[in-house]
T-cell receptor, first 109, second 115 residues
Framework: KQEVTQIPAALSVPEGENLVLNCSFTDSAIYNLQWFRQDPGKGLTSLLLIQSSQREQTSGRLNASLDKSSGRSTLYIAASQPGDSATYLCAVSDNDMRFGAGTRLTVKP | GAGVSQSPSNKVTEKGKDVELRCDPISGHTALYWYRQSLGQGLEFLIYFQGNSAPDKSGLPSDRFSAERTGGSVSTLTIQRTQQEDSAVYLC?????????????FGPGTRLTVL
């Protein structure tokens, strides 16, 4: 059974810092991996979708990488801003969609 | 355009009552998914629909849970004889198709509290 782990569970950084969120999964036979953002009281927002054949995707200040063979993905956020404060979830798709427990990010002004 | 909508946004019910949660997907999206997120836990996949068909119901937590989708659009998730452990945020998502390349778009969720 696929298991998805996110480290750290929580992270607090000062504004302007670059940071990396980590996601690992146990079964490398995935179709894709997605990074989501969840704001309190709101639904999920899809940030980046990486197909299994891809190594990375970029959107603005966000860059997500995928190393399928080692079962790892990272989400890199450049020049963090207070508005980036949220919970970040990664999810892998094989026959189902499995989510990690998330990393709660706080960016302090 | 309009995103995925869910209703109600909040539902408080007494243990043992039945509840019905509604999801209205993005127009034209053939695939629809239900998830739930319990306090302190990750998202849990429940069921998906391709059109009106749900090929795999094994993700539903118990036989008190059922879901249907009619007309390839709106879906309802019904929980019978609710229990306190059913308290969670129930999220619905839709995508253009079931292909792994299709991004899922999520609704705001329904927060269910069972007293």
């Amino acid at each position: 059974k696929q298991e998805v782990t996110q480290i750290p569970a929580a992270l607090s950084v000062p504004e302007g810092e670059n940071l990396v969120l980590n996601c690992s999964f146990t079964d490398s036979a995935i179709y894709n991996l997605q990074w989501f953002r969840q704001d309190p009281g709101k639904g999920l927002t899809s940030l980046l979708l990486i197909q299994s054949s891809q190594r990375e995707q970029t959107s603005g200040r966000l860059n997500a990488s995928l190393d399928k063979s080692s079962g790892r993905s990272t989400l890199y956020i450049a020049a963090s801003q207070p508005g980036d404060s949220a919970t970040y979830l990664c999810a892998v798709s094989d026959n189902d969609m499995r989510f990690g427990a998330g990393t709660r990010l706080t960016v302090k002004p | 355009g309009a995103g995925v909508s869910q209703s109600p946004s909040n539902k408080v019910t007494e243990k043992g009552k039945d509840v019905e949660l509604r999801c209205d997907p993005i127009s034209g999206h053939t695939a629809l998914y239900w998830y739930r997120q319990s306090l302190g836990q990750g998202l849990e996949f429940l069921i998906y629909f391709q059109g009106n068909s749900a090929p795999d119901k094994s993700g539903l937590p118990s036989d008190r849970f059922s879901a249907e989708r009619t007309g390839g659009s709106v879906s309802t998730l019904t929980i019978q004889r609710t229990q306190q452990e059913d308290s969670a945020v129930y999220l619905c998502a839709s995508s253009l198709s079931l292909g792994p390349q299709d991004t899922q778009y999520f609704g705001p969720g329904t927060r269910l509290t069972v007293l």
